[in-house]
Nanobody, 121 residues
């Protein structure tokens, strides 16, 4: 089993910044791809940003130029740096990892528990 633990959410004023972290723990695994999603009340969960094992990144149009994603493979951790935050960024943010487990030669999809980000106007 692989566990993802997120941290870094909170309340911030519009224009401010937050940095989310998500660390993976477990045994016999390799993170293939990381992603951050978010879900606002009454809305569907949406992809915010992703980073592949080779470092290729993608972002939702709504966050391009404001958010940055990075990964630390040695720490099995992904970060989401959020700048110039807007009230529309308010949501629960979830990290997601596509994981390869050597014990059964399969890929698995894991989710963090979610962390609340609230941006006040």
């Amino acid at each position: 089993q692989v566990q993802l633990v997120e941290s870094g959410g909170g309340l911030v004023q519009a224009g401010g910044s937050l940095r989310l972290s998500c660390a993976a723990s477990g045994s016999d695994f390799r993170i293939v791809q990381w992603a951050w999603y978010r879900q606002a009340p009454g809305k569907k969960r949406e992809l915010v940003a992703g980073v592949s094992g080779r470092g290729a990144q993608n972002f939702a149009d709504s966050v391009k130029g404001r958010f940055a994603i990075s990964r630390d493979n040695a720490k099995n951790t992904v970060y989401l740096q959020m700048n110039s935050l807007k009230p529309d960024d308010t949501a629960v943010y979830y990290c997601n990892a596509e994981v390869y487990r050597g014990r059964d030669l399969r890929f698995y999809d894991y989710w963090g528990q979610g962390t609340q980000v609230t941006v006040s106007s």
